[in-house]
């Protein structure tokens, strides 16, 4: 045993076990479906459980397991269940969670297949569900009903940056026995560790900044509990939804940089918002770090840093947002976020052209807002390409 308990970089590069037979620095891939037997009473203990050995990749591999460990130890969770993706992650979830007949209370502002799924899908089996601003502790109260089983949320949200308070949402939710599950992908464990706070289960796409790289597809679970993780792995195995081991290879790979790519992207962020929040052709900015946000308090008490995620709004509406887009050259213009590579997205004339104005209105997002996922290039690169783009902007 350890007597103190190592620093969160270096669990980055340090964490997650595996059994090291030939000495090697890095995690192996493991690349196979199956695993050997030494004889049928071997074979009988692994199904029975009475020996921990593995069996099959979809129900267990000693690279996934590495990577399962590494995130739930930076989680400070008891066990991480890696899933094929993000959205695997978030459907494992609610079909863990809850049953025909349940009800889960969510952030309006989460991601939107997050929503969509549920609404679509999930609601065809009887479940319900209500989305409201759960920024706004008393729309949180005022939507739970009896059956309320889950409270879903995602903080800071996306695209708007509002924060909710994950202390009393948990202070409410367990009164009600209703279980907390953390969307945590905006922020990862560097920034943000819900089940520290009392939150029951966490979730990651971990497409975005654990894995970082914007090359893997990539989710993981991870509880609090080791109960309730054995049920949530019990539904991911029969779902089919596991990770590959190269998955795994490259998320851990990625991890190993999270803190320095973190602390060096949300840094660049302050100065960009600071930069737009002056420039005359940008109406508002959002961003946790400006004191102009309505929860920066709440972000610095909840928070180890801001990030680098940051929404704004153009002057002059749809139309100027399109001619930032077509005119950023640093910058790449697409979705998602978290990434080395700085990231630009106008959701109005992108992921939400479709959307319908009330859709739009209710989830935070107006026609000239900008969502900007702050890479580590030079920061002046990117102040200047956008000071650029936005000379092309006409008032
Ligand atoms: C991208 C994303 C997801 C979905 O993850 P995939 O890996 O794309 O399936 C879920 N939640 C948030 C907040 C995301 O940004």
Known sequence: MKSKKLGINSRMIHSGEFENQLGSATV?????????????????????????????TRIANPTINALETLVADLESGAKGIATSSGMAAVNTVYMALLSKGDHMVSSAAVYGPSRVVMEQHWSRFGVESSFVDTSNIEEIKKAIKPNTKLLYIETPANPTM????????VEIAHQKG??????????????????????DVVLHSMTKFLNGHADIVAGMIVTADATLGA????IMVTLGCNMDPHQAYMVIRGIKTLGIRIERSQASAM?????????????WVKYPGLESHPQHELAKK?????????????????????????????CIHAVSLGGVETLIQHPAS???????????????ITDNLVRFSVGIEDVEDIIDDLDQALQKVKL
Do not use: W
């Open 271 to 283: 100065k960009i918002a600071r930069f737009l929040e002056s420039h005359p052709k940008i109406e």
């Open 302 to 330: 909840q928070m180890d840093g801001f990030g680098s995620m940051i929404s704004f709004g153009v002057r002059g509406g749809f139309e100027a947002g399109k001619i930032l887009m077509d005119n950023v050259k640093v």
């Open 162 to 169: 509002d924060i909710t308070d994950l202390k009393a949402c």
């Open 350 to 364: 992108m992921t939400h052209s479709k959307v319908s104005a009330e859709a739009k209105r209710l989830a935070g």
């Open 178 to 199: 209703i279980i907390v599950v953390v969307d945590n992908t905006f922020c990862s464990p560097y920034l943000q560790r819900p089940l520290e706070m009392g939150v």
């Open 231 to 234: 049920k949530l792995r019990s």
């Open 28 to 56: 192996p891939i493991y690349q196979t479906s199956t695993f050997l037997f030494e004889n049928a009473e071997h074979g009988a203990r692994c199904f029975s459980g009475e020996e921990s050995g593995y069996i099959y």
